[in-house]
């Protein structure tokens, strides 16, 4: 009794041992039989039939997810390329200041966050969001 399915020995009143392979899915029953025949004579449904729920769930998640942040960034990327000294912001740290010099090749912006120290931070462009 070697091989890799299960199998259980059953010995006959004349003395042989006979064995029972198990199997790990189960036969298929009468009403199985007629549930397969039944689907094997249905015709297949349409290519776009088929796929529709698919493609419906890519625009869903197109209109619901990706658009919108598409337009976020371009809003974000308009914002911080219509930056300019004296605008007021806040950093995404949530430090608020006066934007008191702007340097884009460098990608940076000085801000002064108290008037009365003249206190001046620098932080990257990228950082900031206007007031």
């Known amino acids: 009794m070697t091989g890799s399915s299960p199998a259980a020995a059953v010995f006959q009143p004349d003395g042989r041992m006979t064995a029972l392979v198990m199997t790990a899915f189960p036969l298929p029953t009468p009403?199985?039989?007629?549930c397969i025949a039944q689907a094997a004579d249905r015709p297949e449904a349409p290519f776009a039939l088929q796929y529709l729920p698919l493609?419906?769930?890519?625009?869903?998640?197109?209109?619901?997810?990706?658009?919108?942040?598409?337009?976020?960034?371009?809003?974000?990327?308009?914002?911080l390329a219509a930056i300019k000294k004296n605008d007021?912001?806040?950093?995404s740290s949530g430090i608020y200041g006066t934007v008191a010099n702007v340097?884009?090749?460098?990608?940076?912006?000085?801000?002064?966050?108290d008037e009365a120290s003249n206190a001046k931070i620098t932080v990257t462009l990228s950082s900031l969001a206007t007031w």
């Open 103 to 113: 340097d884009r090749e460098a990608d940076r912006v000085t801000l002064k966050i």
């Open 31 to 34: 009403l199985a039989a007629v």
């Open 88 to 91: 007021r912001v806040v950093t």
């Open 55 to 79: 493609i419906a769930i890519a625009a869903a998640a197109y209109l619901l997810l990706f658009r919108p942040e598409r337009e976020r960034m371009k809003k974000q990327q308009d914002l």
